[in-house]
């Protein structure tokens, strides 16, 4: 079985990828050969621009939120 991940990245109040995003993860829901997973960047209440430039493993975050998205994309 395949993992996927469908990320939605816009934040903004009218996004026109959510549509696409949706449709991309029915597709892939309905197939057996994929576990699905759905998530929204705007959902996750990530402090954009208020972490470090470095996207290094090795480096401790301080938002909560900012953790959490680190451990969903791992």
Known sequence: MYKLKI????TRFQRIGAHAGEEIFKRFNS???FET???DLKDLG???YD???SIN???SF???NVKL???EIT
């Open 37 to 39: 997973e759905f998530v």
């Open 62 to 64: 301080s938002s909560p």
């Open 51 to 53: 972490e470090s430039d």
């Open 31 to 33: 197939n057996p050969k």
């Open 69 to 71: 998205w680190m451990e």
């Open 57 to 59: 493993s090795q480096i």
């Open 46 to 48: 990530l402090p954009f």
């Open 7 to 10: 990320i939605l990245g816009s």
